[in-house]
């Protein structure tokens, strides 16, 4: 490990400079938008994967410490914005192998004073950094279109309170915008006659019973879908605990979702136990990363990106048992 003591800011903009596939800013705050161009001047042109994870609005929307303005700027300028309500990170995550730890605030002074530290990670490290922050389960997608409103009361003439009470309402609107309640989906099954009647469980968790009689998880994908030369990827994760609902016969199904509420592949429990949720295809003791690969005729299950599973059979339809594969 290296501790850096000074120009800390020509450091990490020496570092950026090496990048040659991604950078991951996490840091709360954000109000200098002059100092991040800074830092990236040397790889604009690059084609790197920019990400950028802050704060929900809050009090320092409000008070000068974090800017809104900026928020939607660094979006436009190239980055993937995602935020989270509390983070009390500063750190730089470079092509996946690298950590900058330090004074990252992108503030009015920028990372000019303090003690940085530099260091190599494993895969392993910087596996667990990228699920703890970047794909934390109650991660937001940013999107531009949303502030536009909450800019607006931002600068209206009322109290610091009052403003921020109004935010933290607008921006909860957002969260709610952001997770989707399936009842498109449900009511398309209804219209197609593969369900009757549903009834959500818990709104938090996604889970549903059909018919009085059979329960189903729903997941979305936890990032948006990735388009490559003749395939759409769509990416999962399963816990430890949610794989013990299974083995329990608590829940019966698992619905994956794609490209909107109704397009989907529901897998049975009996598959997910008996061909997914195995110990050697958990990246770690409490978690399974899964992802769909849609062909124009194909549908696959990738696990731990080396098995690959046909399961054309379960989509679009509502399975709860395992189904000879389709040809």
């Avoid at 802050?54 to 660094?74: A, N, Q, R, V």
């Avoid at 730089?92 to 003690?115: A, Q, R, V």
């Avoid at 494993?122 to 991660?139: D, G, S």
Wanted: glycine content about 4%.
């Amino acid at each position: 490990m290296e501790l850096i003591r000074t120009n800390l800011e020509q450091f990490i903009k020496e570092e950026f400079e090496k990048a040659t596939s991604s950078i991951l800013i996490i840091s709360p705050f954000l109000n200098n938008l002059d100092g991040v161009e800074r830092l990236l001047n040397g790889v604009k042109a690059r084609n790197l994967e920019l990400n950028y994870l802050t704060k929900t609005p809050g009090m320092e929307y409000l008070t000068g410490l974090s800017d809104l303005k900026d928020l939607k700027k660094i979006s436009q300028i190239g980055f993937h914005v995602k935020l989270l309500q509390s983070i009390q990170a500063n750190l730089c995550l470079i092509d996946k192998k690298k950590i900058l730890m330090g004074p990252l605030n992108f503030g009015s002074t920028g990372p000019t004073k303090g003690i940085m530290f530099n260091k190599e990670l494993t895969e392993k490290e910087a596996e667990i950094i990228h699920k703890q922050y970047w794909a934390h389960p109650n991660i937001v997608e940013f999107n531009s279109t949303y502030l536009e409103e909450i800019i607006k009361i931002q600068d209206k003439n009322c109290s610091l309170i009052e403003q921020l009470r109004e935010v933290q309402s607008a921006f909860q609107s957002i969260k709610l915008t952001n997770n989707p309640s399936n009842d498109e989906l449900f009511n398309h099954l209804k219209a197609r006659g593969l369900v009757k009647k549903y009834e959500k469980i818990k709104e938090e968790d996604s889970l549903f019973k059909i018919d009085d009689e059979k329960v189903v998880k729903v997941l979305e994908p936890t990032h948006g879908k990735e388009i490559e030369n003749n395939f759409t990827s769509y990416s999962y994760q399963l816990t430890t605990a949610l794989a013990e609902q299974f083995k329990q016969r608590n829940y019966h199904g698992l619905i994956l979702c794609m490209d909107n509420d109704t397009n989907f592949v529901c897998l049975p429990s009996a598959f997910l136990l008996n061909k997914v949720c195995k110990k050697r295809y958990q990246v770690d003791k409490n978690l399974w990363d899964i992802r769909l690969k849609k062909f124009e005729e194909r549908l696959d299950l990738i696990l731990n990106e080396t098995v690959e599973l046909p399961i054309k059979q379960y989509e679009d339809s509502l399975n709860f048992r395992i189904k000879a594969i389709r040809v």
